[in-house]
């Protein structure tokens, strides 16, 4: 086994109650509500006589000018941030015109610390620097070892910008931490630039440190700040890494991409071309490190919608067609294959799957188990009708690797749409929203033999629900995701929520709430890595600039952090995720403009890979968590059958770590609890391999 070395650390004060603290930096504060919250943030640190403040929705900083120089720091102490993975804090920042003379200067931003030697200082902010007679505007960075700057002056990034945002990044790998501006801040995305990075070798850190946070301002030269020069930072964020814009590598010009699969070396992503009218059928075969191989494999067939499953030997792919032509919305459509070989030639001629008639509004609608892929569809049932909520049902038909079909069989005893699927090994299960009142979630097992179980309600809450919704399998349970219009019909708030399922059917646990933000968000898709699933949806608060963001859910139904950014840019983003070859790869189609029946316009395709979080992981946000009853305890989760030593000791100066427990993820998770933690002022617990 590979071996792993996490830190958890928990400080119990003298009254014997932890803190929050934990093994990475996690949370955010929007400043909305103008008051500090003193779980998230400690006592300032006053350097002079300066305040910070919350008001008018931000944390605003004054200095009196009375003594030089002068700051304001206010500690993160809701976590700490981890040596062994990686995270990043971030927050947007004012720092207007102001009059300053030679020598003044002003600046706010964020700062970390060695947690064993806060002398030990990286920081990073936007500053308005009079040194000669001129203000320049700049972002600036510094960085001590011992109490010493080893760069006199920091480094500093010319600017035009009054707000914007710096980020600090940590970089577990090389030990790196990174200085990051976006100067228009939140307008239009984020999308950050490096302006500098330092080593911490000379930090003497161990895998048992932990790194210490904190925003504030500070001032040179007696320069008066008052209140309403409005110096200020807004909209902190502290957690783990999104991708990064350079990251993004391209798949397919004017092209739509929802769906691939993995063959052990390649991926094979599903392309709706729109560089022909109509749209043309095509693949894309992508390495693994997220570069083209070949060029677009062309199938000779018009439609939209691809999927695209693998069955050990060849790829199929398939899409919703328009019988070159032929077909449309008075018709129905069809739902046509083709297989591809590992090397991206195409086996064989396209061929039907099914008759017309049906609509194709899923994004997941086909996967491949027990030796069959099962690809399942909207059937209408007077085809002239169109998309009536009376007039359809989720269908489903089996295909067999060497292209014969099975019978096509009706899978939603009542009206039914946009399905996904499935297979936890024994069984494929379908779930689709119930199409008569649109409000219900439901799913049904299906047997590679095409047997069908049960029918059962996933959710049946008053608010309408619509497509997409989307399923994975974690080994043990089944994890449903979808949309619900929670301010009612016609509102336009949508919010995404999520459920576990058992093999068996039953319902595991409450409801979840996987993202309530202003204005809809619709999630795409879901997908597991053997620890946690990604969910990922599309904020459509802005009705020209669709963003993507995603967020981790471990096992038991709890969220593991912050949402992450997957895509900000400029236009209407949308697309899915999966989980293959050790990582996400999260598709992005750019430019995007719906139509009637599906996407009228793209600019382009891309995709990202994103790295899991670390695993194992305590989760800190459950009911699990803290003191209880004569103990003090935890859940940890990660991949199942992995064995995890728990370990603690009183003093990180001089740290003996005593072993507690060794535990085993059965399932996925583990509940830890320590009975003795009253005997000590002061405990730290770190997780190990064994």
Known sequence: MKNITSIFCIALTAILTPTTGYGNFSGSDDFNDNSKDLAKWGTDIAGGLGTLTETSQGLQYTASGSSDPESFLRPWIANHGSFTSDWTLQIDVNVPTLTLTTGQRCEFGLQVSNGDHSTDLFGAGLRLNDASGTPIREFHSGFKVNGADQVIGGVNSPTTSTSASVRIRYDAATTTLFAEFDANGAVGGYNFTTFDSRNIAGWNMTAISVFDAGAGGMSKGNVVISSTDNVRGDNFLAGPVGPEPSSYFPIATKGAVMSYAFDGSNYLVGVENHLTFPTTIGAQMIASNGTKVG??????????????????????????????????????????????????????????????????DGIK??????????????????????????????????????????????????????????????????????????????????????????????????????????????????????????????????????????????????????????????????????????????????????????????????????????????????????????????????????????????????????????????????????????????????????????????????????????????????????????????????????
């Open 295 to 360: 060029s677009l494999i062309t199938t000779g067939r018009s439609g939209i919608s691809t999927a695209v499953a693998f069955d050990g030997t060849n790829y199929l792919m398939i899409w919703q067609d328009d019988g070159l032509g032929t077909l449309n919305g008075n018709t129905g459509w069809e739902i046509y294959g083709q297989f591809i070989s590992k090397p991206g030639v195409v086996a064989g001629p396209p061929f039907a799957i099914t008759t017309n008639g049906i609509w194709f």
């Open 365 to 690: 609608t086909m996967t491949f188990g027990g030796g069959k892929y099962l690809v399942t569809y909207t059937r209408l049932i007077v085809p002239a009708y169109g998309e009536a909520s009376n007039n359809r049902y989720i269908a489903g038909r089996m295909v067999n690797p060497d292209g014969t079909l099975g019978s096509e069989f009706r899978i939603s005893t009542g009206f039914g749409k946009a399905s996904d699927v499935a297979f936890d090994g024994t069984n494929f299960f379908v779930v689709w929203c119930e199409d008569f009142a649109d409000t219900e979630i439901r799913g049904r097992f299906v047997s590679p033999a095409g047997v069908l179980g049960a029918e059962l309600s996933v959710n049946a809450s008053a608010a309408p629900s619509d497509n997409p919704k989307s399923v994975t399998f974690d080994g043990t349970n089944y994890l449903v995701v979808w949309n619900d219009e929670v301010g009612g019909k016609d509102t336009g708030t949508w919010d995404s929520f999520g459920q576990l399922v058992s093999t068996s059917g039953a319902l595991v646990g409450e409801k979840i709430t996987l993202t309530s933000e202003a204005g809809p968000q619709m999630v795409t898709s879901v997908a597991f890595d053997g620890a946690n699933y990604l969910a990922v949806w599309v904020d459509m608060q802005n009705g020209t600039n669709w963003d993507m963001y995603g967020q981790y859910i471990s096992r038991n139904g709890s969220l593991v952090g912050n949402k992450i950014t997957i895509s900000t840019d400029t236009g209407n983003q949308m697309g899915g995720v999966g989980f293959a070859n050790g990582k996400y790869l999260v598709l992005v189609n750019n430019g995007v403009i719906l139509g009637q029946g599906g996407l009228s316009h793209v600019d382009s395709a891309t995709g990202v890979f994103v790295t899991p979080p670390t695993n194992p992981q305590v989760q800190t946000s459950d009911a699990s968590f803290g003191v209880r009853t004569n103990r003090f305890g935890f859940t940890l989760t990660g991949t199942s059958g992995l064995v995890i030593v728990v370990e603690a000791c009183t003093d990180l100066a001089h740290p003996i770590w005593s072993p507690l427990q060794t535990n085993t993820l059965t399932g996925g998770s583990y509940y830890f609890s320590d009975p003795a933690w009253t005997n000590y002022p002061g405990r730290f617990y770190r997780l190990r391999s064994p």
